[in-house]
């Protein structure tokens, strides 16, 4: 127990202290702690309940949009907003901007749950692979539609104001809001999971036929579990359109190929239904990134492409499933020695 | 709004349009039904949803590109990309599909997503991310006062693919390898029974499909353009063409693709080019939600 205390402890003081002690790795941090977030949700479909869908980044950009729209909506006419693009000037005081960071991120939680659960309603019929190319495709749609809705700005997107104050307070302010909303996440996760709710979203995901024989309302839990990550993914989609400032639909707001496939990655190279696979195969995943970004110039696609294939291909456990083989005793399984049924521990 | 109320006007006012934009749908359709074939082929054979299909399309488009900027003939670039690709696809089979073929569906289409990004990246990497083309030459049928108008090269085209589904359908009836196939797709254990090699089969059908494919690809290249990202709309496409269809149904993979190929026309006359991708991959939910409403009915009629 002491060494559990002590193993969170250190945890929360390394990512208090991360910000000032690498002060140029600021929006780096941040981005990790995006990276957990949409990982963790995306294990609670995913992982947890075995709906892998490849359409989460659908609440994503729209939570960028809602928490854009509903900041400007609050102080300004939005069609005459985004018509004016660049044009004229728009002034949003401290108050405003403070208002809308904090209201439009909840807003853009909520609808996203409300959106996840009419698209569940829709989806969750489809098994297996077609529950990943239906999501899939909404996401695409969704883009294609967003970025050709002039009154949300159209291709070219949204701008949101600059931080009011320094530029670098702001970067920090940016890197604890989203691991405030990691550390809410990862608590509820794995409080959830501990709950009848785990267990029968854990049933759904080993024999949904089974689990709808044994009286579980599968429909009501998958798009219960849905509207929890979509929430989640909302609010993060909502801080990272304040911290980007200008976004557009296509490549930054519902990016399918990029944090729509990272995410999945991310799950899969840590360890898929584990409460500790996502936060681990984010922070791996992000790290190899920025190394190929940086280093391999041209290539980095390429990298990022055979990554996925050899993680999915010879790597399927991800770096937890693998630890939880070699040392089930970390993860509070006994290991029996006595006699033959040594395998059933893990 | 208007713009696209406008553009249906035109299609009642003047319906000789309609026919112009039914002929171009069939024709490119002929081609999305080639590569969904090959789809059909090997998620009927090897239960594998391959989602690099357009990129093996596209893939193929290059190198038959590639032939024709080093002055080889455009027509004799659809064998050989044929023989090129059904040599990338047994070496993709090899590193890739193989390991994943008794995994989970899930599994099967990441790894060919992975597989999609990397020979996109590939493709972006040796070609340009520019769109290419090969200009055959020929010239241009007009009918109806030059309302309708018919390349020659299309209609090549068009009788090329016809071709070579021909070519497939009597190999897969009548060749060996092609009846080993079909017993494997009915059931691999009783096939294995039987002394097929299956684990032979499978390479073989992944191979064939990378290469018809492949050969859809440098027939594109001739009557419309390759870029290295288009993989995934030819990828989308296969999608709705075979979930529309349904496996191992060719007549209705021959007739969604064309349908699909029709009903792209009509909706890039009437939202404009623009909306090309949306199209499609709208046309894919429609088709899932239709599959949704019909599982609904079969699961009723069990009660």
Known sequence: MARKFLFYGALIILMTVAPFVFPAFKT????????????????????????????????????????????????????DYTNAFGGKVYDFSTGQYFSGLIIGCLAAGLFCALTAVIIGYITFGLRGPYFAIGTLGVAIAAGELVSNWDWVGG???????????DYEVGKVVFYFLFAGTGVVLFLFAKWLYSTRFGAAINAIRDDEEKAEAMGIHTLQYKLATW????????????????????????????QTINLGIFMVVCVLLGGKGTLWGPVVGAVLFHVFKEVTWNYLLGWQWVALGVLIVVTVVYFQGGVVGWLMQQRPEWFGVQRVVDDTSTEESS | MEQFLVNFGL?????IVNLKIVLDGVMIGALFALAAYGLALVWGVMNVKNLAQGDFVIAGGYVSWWLVEYGL??????????????????????????????????TTLLATFGLAIIMAQLLNLMFGSDTQAVDLGYDTLYFADGFIDVPIA??????????????????????????AIRATAQDARAARVMGINT??????????????????????????????????????RSFVIVTAAGLGNLPGVIAAGLGIGALEQYGAHIFGIGYQQAIAVILLLLVLIYRLVQQRRVRQSLQ
């Open chain 1, 227 to 254: 509207a929890m990550a979509a929430f989640f993914v909302g609010v993060a989609g909502g801080i990272s359109a304040f911290q980007l400032i200008h976004f557009e639909p296509l490549e930054s707001a519902y």
């Open chain 2, 199 to 236: 684990d032979r089969v499978y390479a073989f059908t992944w191979s064939l499909n990378a290469a018809i494919c492949g050969a859809a690809g440098a027939i594109i290249v001739m009557v419309w353009v390759i870029q290295p990202f288009y993989g995934i709309t030819h990828s989308v």
């Open chain 1, 155 to 165: 291709g070219q997107g949204i701008a949101l104001p600059i931080y009011p104050g």
């Open chain 2, 73 to 106: 003939p455009p027509l004799l670039g659809v064998p050989v990309a044929f023989v090129v690709m059904a040599g990338v696809g047994w070496i993709v089979y090899l590193l890739i599909i193989r390991p994943i073929l008794d995994r989970d569906l899930f």
């Open chain 1, 28 to 79: 780096q941090l941040a981005t990790i702690w995006l990276m957990i977030i949409v990982a963790m949700t995306w294990d609670m479909t995913g992982g947890q309940m075995g709906y892998n869908s490849l359409g989460n980044i659908t609440f994503y950009g729209t939570g960028m949009y809602v928490a854009a729209l509903v900041t400007i909506g609050m102080v300004y006419d939005v069609g």
């Open chain 2, 11 to 15: 299609l009642i006012e003047f319906p």
């Open chain 2, 154 to 179: 299309k209609l090549i085209a068009v009788l090329m693919a016809m071709g070579l589904a021909l070519g497939v359908i009597i190999f897969m009836k009548y060749s060996r390898m092609g009846q």
